[in-house]
């Protein structure tokens, strides 16, 4: 089992800036997908960014430009520095990892923070 507990949510003003951390612990695999996800009130959760343990990202569209995901190998984080911040950005913010198992991909997820961006 892997446990991921997020921090770093918020309040923050439209042009600002956050920076959620998240810690894995448990069964890490030593290649897997780390990643962070969103899902606004009323809508599906959708990808935000992931990287690779071999260090390659992706990233939505929306964020592109504004968000950068990074992560620590040695110490099984993954961080978002998310800067000029949009309402639209006003989401709970989970944290995901995803280890391959066979030929499947398993998803682990953290509990969730709150990022609300005001206009």
């Known amino acids: 089992q892997v446990q991921l507990v997020e921090s770093g949510g918020g309040l923050v003003q439209a042009g600002g800036s956050l920076r959620l951390s998240c810690a894995a612990s448990?069964?890490?695999?030593?290649?897997?997908?780390m990643g962070w996800y969103r899902q606004a009130p009323g809508k599906q959760r959708e990808l935000v960014a992931t990287?690779?343990?071999?260090?390659?990202?992706n990233y939505a569209d929306s964020v592109k430009g504004r968000f950068t995901i990074s992560r620590d190998n040695a110490k099984n984080t993954v961080d978002l520095q998310m800067n000029s911040l949009k309402p639209e950005d006003t989401a709970v913010y989970y944290c995901?990892?995803?280890?391959?198992?066979?030929?499947?991909?398993?998803?682990?997820w953290g509990q969730g923070t709150q990022v609300t961006v005001s206009s």
């Open positions: 995901n990892v995803k280890h391959l198992m066979g030929w499947n991909w398993v998803d682990f």
């Open positions: 448990g069964n890490i695999f030593s290649i897997n997908i």
């Open positions: 990287i690779t343990s071999d260090g390659s990202t």
